[in-house]
């Protein structure tokens, strides 16, 4: 950083302390470290400081970013960093909407509606209850392939036609759709096994490596199903919110980047993800 920056210091030092007491990981903290000191330069550039940090100078420091062409990744990133130190200074307001540029439909993959029966019918022709089972869930319940490896019997509640996606202490549900449903009771007939869901010939817990090889024979990858799967419900008109939250996705920038025209309140999940996913 610059000398005229050392005033920041002390500041982003008892950031880093925090980040160290919140488990995160040195590399997540020496990233946040060296976006917070970019950040202040240009504040100091800007006769501020991150002291006396602003909503309006979030705002301008991420328009600076877009229009220096900065990639999708790096922004993201940034505005990660300063969502976080929002939350260690215990003031949420400043990041709270913080509009990000919408990227263009070619920056987000998702599959076109042909390309969607396509793949469905390519994976059912091939018969592996397994792999027909993986893309529905994937598909409809937007999973990363992390999450899809990690589940477990108990994850299902078929009675409330219900995914528990757990990872730490965080936890949301996401409804499933019939044919998600269907596909799962299927595949879960064809192996005995007591915990994991998805498992190898040998009976072991299936791996990402092992998804993403899978899915390469159909021209896809995990990323662009979660992508379908969010694009659909925004396109069904389903609160941003309500897609955040299915997604697992914390920041609403990111989901934002979904849309297309203004939004409604849609309130019967269940009634929206079957239509949105319903073949034809």
Same mark, same amino acid.
């Given at each position: ?31 946040? /470290?060296? +976006? @917070? ?9 800007? !006769?501020? $400081? %991150?002291?006396? *940090?602003?909503? =309006? ?33 215990? /003031?949420? +307001? @400043? ?9 263009? !439909?070619? $920056? %987000?993959?998702? *599959?076109?509606? =042909? ?166």
């Amino acid at each position: 950083m610059r000398n005229n920056s050392i005033e920041a210091i002390p500041l982003i030092h008892d950031f880093c302390h925090w980040l160290k007491e919140q488990k995160k990981s040195p590399n997540t903290i020496t990233t946040y /470290k060296r +976006d @917070l000191e970019r950040f202040q330069e240009w504040l100091q550039e800007k !006769k501020s $400081d %991150i002291n006396h *940090l602003t909503k =309006d100078d979030i705002q301008a420091y991420i328009s600076f970013l877009e229009q220096k062409q900065k990639s999708v990744a790096t922004i993201d990133k940034t505005a990660g960093a300063i969502r976080t130190f929002a939350k260690f200074l215990e /003031k949420p +307001d @400043l990041i709270f909407g913080i509009k990000l540029e919408p990227v263009t !439909k070619e $920056d %987000i993959e998702v *599959l076109s509606s =042909d390309q969607y029966e396509l793949l469905l019918t390519q994976v059912k022709d091939d018969g592996n209850l397994r792999d027909i089972a993986i893309v529905y869930l994937l598909l409809h319940t937007g999973l990363r392939v992390s999450e899809l490896c990690s589940l477990n019997r108990s994850s299902v509640n078929f009675f409330k036609n219900e995914l528990i996606v757990e990872k730490g202490e965080e936890r949301r549900t996401i409804p499933l759709s019939n044919d998600a449903k269907t596909r799962l009771e299927d595949y879960l007939k064809s192996h005995s096994s007591k915990e994991a869901i998805f498992i190898t010939k040998l009976g072991e817990r299936i791996t990402e490596r092992t998804v993403q090889y899978m899915l390469k024979k159909y021209n896809v990858n995990p990323n662009k199903l979660r992508h379908t799967f969010c694009q659909r419900l925004v396109d069904s008109r389903v609160d941003l919110d309500v897609v955040s939250r299915l997604a697992g996705i914390k920041d609403l920038n990111v989901i934002k980047r979904y849309v297309k025209s203004s939004q409604i309140k849609e309130n019967s999940l269940g009634e929206i993800i079957n239509n949105s996913f319903m073949e034809h």
